[in-house]
T-cell receptor, first 113, second 113 residues
Framework: DAGITQSPRHKVTETGTPVTLRCHQT?????MYWYRQDPGHGLRLIHY???????DKGEVSDGYSVSRSKTEDFLLTLESATSSQTSVYFC????????????FGSGTRLTVV | DAKTTQPTSMDCAEGRAANLPCNHS???????VYWYRQIHSQGPQYIIH???NNETNEMASLIITEDRKSSTLILPHATLRDTAVYYC??????????????FGKGITLSVRP
């Protein structure tokens, strides 16, 4: 979708282990976002970035960190995964061609056991 | 960003037009109306957006009332693949920190054969 890919697509990990999810874009857009989606809660913003090394927290940032060392890559890290972080994670970019509407990746389904 | 109100669900027959309403009575003059949809297990997909004029693209038409307090997304010939959750979102068209895309619960459209 519009040059945005997420990896891995699926992951199962154990409680307490670190996990890193990757979002890669080929569009050279400045703004990137990480959301999680859970039944009954809809899409909730975790962190976002407005440029290399510029990031900020969203509404559900506890337990997550992010890094953006290159324009094209936005990494989401769960320092010590917990079962409450079992979710589907979506990355998005803000597209000037859509009047800054978002283009989303296909998602990463993470299960913490 | 202005809040939106959508019905919880609706259905329509395959091949007929699906008209999805959205109320945004507190919309500001510089806020756009965006529509997204999410098909089960996939990332949200951009459909269309508009400021005050009606808009049409290959996916849908967007009708915005003259006072801009409500809008309707029209899928002219609904197919089974249009079954999804549709989100109406109002926000300013910029990529700054204050224009994050906030998703509500959306409306579930079920297209029946």
């Amino acid at each position: 979708d519009a040059g945005i890919t997420q990896s891995p697509r699926h992951k199962v990990t154990e409680t307490g282990t670190p996990v890193t999810l990757r979002c890669h874009q080929t569009e050279n857009h400045r703004y990137m976002y990480w959301y999680r989606q859970d039944p009954g809660h809809g899409l909730r913003l975790i962190h976002y970035s407005y440029g290399v090394k510029d990031t900020d927290k969203g509404e559900v940032s506890d337990g997550y960190s992010v890094s953006r060392s290159k324009t094209e890559d936005f990494l989401l890290t769960l320092e010590s995964a917990t079962s409450s972080q079992t979710s589907v994670y979506f990355c998005a970019i803000s597209d000037p061609g859509l009047n800054y509407g978002y283009t989303f990746g296909s998602g990463t389904r993470l299960t913490v056991v | 960003d202005a809040k939106t109100t959508q019905p919880t669900s609706m259905d329509c027959a395959e091949g007929r037009a699906a008209n999805l309403p959205c109320n945004h009575s507190t919309i500001s003059g510089n806020e756009y109306v965006y529509w997204y949809r999410q098909i089960h297990s996939q990332g949200p997909q951009y459909i269309i957006h508009g400021l005050k004029n009606n808009e049409t693209n290959e996916m849908a038409s967007l009708i915005i009332t003259e006072d801009r307090k409500s809008s309707t997304l029209i899928l002219p010939h609904a197919t089974l693949r249009d079954t999804a959750v549709y989100y109406c979102i109002v926000r300013v068209a910029e990529s700054g920190a204050n224009s994050k895309l906030t998703f509500g619960k959306g409306i579930t459209l079920s297209v029946r054969p």
